[in-house]
């Protein structure tokens, strides 16, 4: 019996010490704590993106957002948190930059020559200039301007250069088109919140075909045609 007891006594003891042992690691892994670093991220952003909207996408202080967040500990509470907030970023800056470039890509083309075909010339008995009326100054607030949004270019609809564009653009004289007959002349007013506004289209004239703008081209480009046809004929001999 003594054998017995002895033997029980020592195996009851072996279970306690493997389990004091098994709970050692347990009892001293510390909590996991807040980072610091994601704090100041986060208010830095958030600052950041009230005072600029999508614009804080593409600021240079956001470097040091994204350098906070890269300090913060992946055993953080906020790991996954700052995680979050990096993605976010990420996808902020593509979608900002995309919007530049297609923005971009839209002037290039609106201000690009070749999409008018070669060969037109002012008529020589073309009437008065006739202009659109301007609209009331509470309509002109309310009417859609698309001036904010980006420039006129190839297929705008020519309703949407009457009244649209903060009324910045007007009906000038026609045009013949070699090829085409007249066509409508759309081009920038003479007013100097519009020159500002659109000062890469000072120079520039709208053709209209069809209800929409078919080409712009330099107005440096448009021969003049003397009322008596000059030393050959007043009528442009065909498009190209």
């Given amino acids: 019996m003594r054998t017995y007891d002895s033997f029980s006594g020592r195996t009851l003891a072996g279970l306690l010490m493997a389990l004091l042992l098994a709970a050692a690691p347990v009892a001293c892994r510390k909590p996991a704590k807040p980072s610091e670093a994601y704090a100041q991220a986060h208010t830095r952003f958030g600052k950041l993106y ?26 953080s509470l906020d790991a996954r948190a700052a995680g979050d907030l990096r993605t976010r970023i990420q996808v902020g800056k ?35 200039p006739t202009r659109s009326e301007p609209p009331p100054e509470e309509e002109s607030d309310a009417a859609t301007d698309a001036g904010t ?9 020519v309703t949407q250069l009457a009244s649209g ?5 007007q ?26 506004q659109y000062a890469s289209l000072q120079a520039m004239v709208m053709i209209v075909e069809d209800g929409k703008v078919l080409g712009m081209v330099p107005r440096s480009a448009i021969q003049e045609v003397p009322a008596d046809g000059g030393t050959g004929s007043s009528t442009p001999d065909g498009g190209r």
């Fill in 171 to 196: 009906k000038g004289e026609p045009l013949e088109v070699k090829g085409r007959g007249m066509r409508d002349r759309w081009e920038l007013a003479d007013r100097a919140a519009c020159r500002q």
């Fill in 165 to 169: 564009f903060s009324g910045c653009f």
């Fill in 94 to 128: 593509q979608q900002v930059q995309a919007r530049l470039k297609a923005k971009a890509d839209a002037l290039a083309n609106a201000t690009q020559p070749s999409q008018m075909p070669s060969g037109f010339n002012t008529a020589p008995s073309t009437p008065a």
């Fill in 50 to 75: 009230a005072e600029k909207g999508d614009e804080a996408f593409v600021d240079p202080q956001l470097s040091e957002v994204e350098s906070l967040l890269d300090q913060v500990p992946a055993d």
């Fill in 149 to 157: 949004a980006g420039m006129p270019g190839v297929g705008t609809p």
